[in-house]
């Protein structure tokens, strides 16, 4: 446990708490529900869970408006649950991260409450205010990220207050002393209780332009050089100034003797901007890499997207995710819903050099949900104009109503939508998906420690990607329906066909199919293990048993 560099060789799990475990009836997943489930998590191989936000909260934007960022919010189970959680997680080795939400808080938040007061009210300046543009309007051509301007006028005061998200989340002022300090308080609170870290909510954009000049405007295609040299949201976002924050952040995190994590929601404008946000060494320790996320589960897009990873992150560690509360789980963007391709997609995601994040449902090839227009929760809206709730529904736990995630009798608040699989029916199936992703956690388990040196990708034919990992294992996946040959020497030691396991790669591989390959001669295991690669890879399917 006091490993201080866990999360490089871990596996990270993102719980969404509201629609992991109900464990009271009311139809709300909650926190009690979270440590209920805790063995299939340890069973797993999960090293650590990321909570979305837990505390009180209006949930305007599902918990990402917070009214009080030292409690937790009732319907959750309240601070007594968090630690019953944290307790029972380090029993099983297992590490609780929460989401820090520092861009903005609730419209209810005490602070802006008393801001709201007038313009000598104490919390007045912890959020940016400004006088209207000469002809009335907002101050500056900011846009909130869910839509509209970034502004809203507030009549008794005669200013507009900033939000980059909806109305209800008005944007602190990170110019402020007052906040820096009071956030410093927070973050030890936490970790004093116990919390291995935090996940950092719009991380790349706290900080705003001090003088809140206008984003540049591209001009519209095919009328000429743009209007500005500078990209668009170079002033309401990726101020150099934000890095001063994370290094405040990173120096209270290395102060506690076994050193807290952070991890940053970067939406960084492209690999090098990312590594930045690691700050070589002094800021954050992971940095969500959206390029990866976003990119379409195609052999040549995504050989692109590593290798120039791996030439931004040399000196940083890269965190890998395919899923998440936002964009949507890989079930259905990256597969459509195909086995196959989630057997792929989960290889990809478990096998590359560096962190790899799981959200909940993610090791069943849970796909998201249609959720009717009469059941919609979520007020923002996605990039594809999808809505948000499609991602977020309860996890099944069971093919019985309720799914296992509530009670039968219970509606819970988000649809479960047609319940067509389950972890408990994965789990009684040795061929199922779940059997898969814990197969590759297991595998990776097995590489924890060696030293292989550096990630390099392979030249291979068209749809096949494939990577060595130093002078260990290559990984080979083939993200085409069509059979394809690649010759590499060497014995599969584990493919999502089993019936491969224990030969060589001399024919061709199916489409949407993946292996592990090892050459003896590499020497990463013994010669003997090697010619026995059947046996390596039922020792890593079957040891632990079910
Ligand atoms: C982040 C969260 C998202 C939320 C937004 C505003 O992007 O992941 O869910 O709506 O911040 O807090
Ligand atoms: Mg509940």
Same mark, same amino acid.
């Given at each position: 446990?006091?490993?201080?560099?866990?999360?490089?060789?871990?596996?990270?799990?993102?719980?969404?708490?509201?629609?992991?475990?109900?464990?009271?009836?009311?139809?709300?997943?909650?926190?009690?529900?979270?440590?209920?489930?805790?063995?299939?998590?340890?069973?797993?191989?999960?090293?650590?869970?990321?909570?979305?936000?837990?505390?009180?909260?209006?949930?305007?934007?599902?918990?990402?408006?917070?009214?009080?960022?030292?409690? #937790?919010?009732?319907?959750?189970?309240?601070?007594?649950?968090?630690?019953?959680?944290?307790?029972?997680?380090?029993?099983?080795?297992?590490?609780?991260?929460?989401?820090?939400?520092?861009?903005?808080?609730?419209?209810?938040?005490?602070?802006?409450?008393?801001?709201?007061?007038?313009?000598?009210?104490?919390?007045?300046?912890?959020?940016?205010?400004?006088?209207?543009?000469?002809?009335?309007?907002?101050?500056?051509?900011?846009?909130?990220?869910?839509?509209?301007?970034?502004?809203?006028?507030?009549?008794? @005061?005669?200013?507009?207050?900033?939000?980059?998200?909806?109305?209800?989340?008005?944007?602190?002022?990170?110019?402020?002393?007052?906040?820096?300090?009071?956030?410093?308080?927070?973050?030890?609170?936490?970790?004093?209780?116990?919390?291995?870290?935090?996940?950092?909510?719009?991380?790349?954009?706290?900080?705003?332009?001090?003088?809140?000049?206008?984003?540049?405007?591209?001009?519209?295609?095919?009328?000429?050089?743009?209007?500005?040299?500078?990209?668009?949201?170079?002033?309401?976002?990726?101020?150099?100034?934000?890095?001063?924050?994370?290094?405040?952040?990173?120096?209270?995190?290395?102060?506690?003797? @076994?050193?807290?994590?952070?991890?940053?929601?970067?939406?960084?404008?492209?690999?090098?901007?990312?590594?930045?946000?690691?700050?070589?060494?002094?800021?954050?320790?992971?940095?969500?890499?959206?390029?990866?996320?976003?990119?379409?589960?195609?052999?040549?897009?995504?050989?692109?997207?590593?290798?120039?990873?791996?030439?931004?992150?040399?000196?940083?560690?890269?965190?890998?995710?395919? @899923?998440?509360?936002?964009?949507?789980?890989?079930?259905?963007?990256?597969?459509?819903?195909?086995?196959?391709?989630?057997?792929?997609?989960?290889?990809?995601?478990?096998?590359?050099?560096?962190?790899?994040?799981?959200?909940?449902?993610?090791?069943?090839?849970?796909?998201?949900?249609?959720?009717?227009?009469?059941?919609?929760?979520?007020?923002?809206?996605?990039?594809?104009?999808?809505?948000?709730?499609?991602?977020?529904?309860? /996890?099944?736990?069971?093919?019985?109503?309720?799914?296992?995630?509530?009670?039968?009798?219970?509606?819970?608040?988000?649809?479960?939508?047609?319940?067509?699989?389950?972890?408990?029916?994965?789990?009684?199936?040795?061929?199922?998906?779940?059997?898969?992703?814990?197969?590759?956690?297991?595998? $990776?388990?097995?590489?924890?420690? +060696?030293?292989?040196?550096?990630?390099?990708?392979?030249?291979?034919?068209?749809?096949?990607?494939?990577?060595?990992?130093? @002078?260990?294992?290559?990984?080979? /996946?083939?993200?085409?329906?069509?059979?394809? $040959?690649?010759?590499?020497?060497?014995?599969? #030691?584990?493919? +999502?066909?089993?019936?491969?396991?224990?030969?060589?790669?001399?024919?061709?591989?199916?489409?949407?199919?993946?292996?592990?390959?090892?050459?003896?001669?590499?020497?990463?295991?013994?010669?003997?293990?090697?010619?026995?690669?059947?046996?390596?890879?039922?020792? #890593?399917?079957?040891?632990?048993?079910?």
């Amino acid at each position: 446990m006091a490993d201080a560099t866990w999360w490089k060789d871990g596996v990270l799990y993102q719980v969404y708490p509201r629609s992991f475990q109900d464990s009271d009836g009311d139809g709300v997943g909650d926190l009690d529900g979270v440590a209920m489930r805790l063995d299939h998590l340890a069973w797993l191989g999960v090293d650590a869970i990321w909570l979305n936000p837990i505390h009180p909260s209006p949930n305007r934007d599902w918990g990402y408006d917070v009214s009080d960022y030292l409690d #937790v919010a009732p319907e959750l189970g309240g601070l007594p649950a968090l630690d019953r959680l944290i307790a029972e997680a380090s029993s099983r080795e297992i590490r609780v991260i929460l989401d820090l939400v520092p861009n903005h808080t609730s419209d209810r938040h005490p602070w802006f409450l008393d801001a709201l007061t007038g313009r000598d009210a104490e919390h007045r300046a912890w959020y940016v205010w400004a006088d209207p543009s000469p002809d009335g309007g907002p101050p500056n051509n900011w846009r909130s990220a869910f839509g509209g301007p970034a502004w809203t006028f507030d009549g008794p @005061s005669g200013q507009y207050f900033l939000h980059n998200f909806l109305p209800q989340q008005p944007d602190l002022n990170w110019w402020n002393d007052d906040v820096r300090n009071e956030f410093d308080r927070i973050l030890r609170t936490w970790f004093d209780r116990g919390v291995a870290g935090f996940r950092i909510d719009v991380a790349h954009a706290i900080v705003k332009d001090r003088d809140l000049r206008d984003d540049p405007i591209a001009a519209p295609p095919g009328t000429g050089p743009p209007a500005s040299a500078d990209p668009p949201e170079t002033f309401s976002m990726h101020r150099p100034e934000v890095h001063d924050v994370l290094r405040r952040w990173r120096r209270i995190a290395d102060s506690y003797e @076994s050193p807290r994590v952070l991890i940053g929601e970067t939406w960084a404008r492209d690999l090098p901007d990312l590594a930045r946000y690691y700050g070589g060494g002094e800021e954050l320790h992971l940095a969500f890499n959206f390029a990866f996320a976003t990119a379409s589960l195609e052999a040549t897009a995504l050989r692109e997207v590593i290798e120039a990873t791996g030439v931004a992150l040399a000196d940083a560690w890269p965190l890998w995710t395919a @899923s998440n509360h936002d964009i949507g789980r890989l079930a259905t963007r990256w597969a459509g819903g195909d086995e196959a391709r989630v057997r792929c997609g989960l290889f990809v995601l478990l096998m590359l050099h560096g962190t790899p994040v799981l959200y909940a449902g993610d090791e069943i090839g849970l796909a998201e949900v249609e959720v009717p227009e009469s059941r919609r929760r979520d007020e923002g809206v996605r990039a594809d104009g999808r809505g948000r709730d499609g991602g977020r529904t309860p /996890v099944p736990w069971t093919s019985e109503p309720g799914a296992g995630f509530t009670r039968p009798d219970v509606e819970p608040w988000l649809p479960l939508g047609r319940v067509t699989t389950s972890i408990a029916e994965q789990r009684a199936d040795i061929g199922s998906v779940l059997h898969w992703c814990r197969c590759l956690i297991r595998f $990776r388990a097995a590489l924890r420690g +060696s030293r292989f040196g550096s990630q390099e990708m392979l030249d291979a034919p068209e749809g096949i990607l494939a990577w060595r990992l130093g @002078s260990g294992p290559v990984f080979v /996946v083939n993200l085409g329906s069509r059979p394809a $040959r690649i010759d590499l020497p060497g014995t599969i #030691v584990l493919a +999502s066909d089993p019936s491969r396991e224990g030969d060589t790669l001399d024919s061709a591989l199916d489409g949407w199919s993946c292996v592990v390959v090892l050459d003896p001669q590499a020497g990463w295991i013994s010669d003997a293990d090697a010619a026995r690669g059947a046996a390596f890879a039922r020792h #890593v399917r079957w040891e632990g048993g079910r």
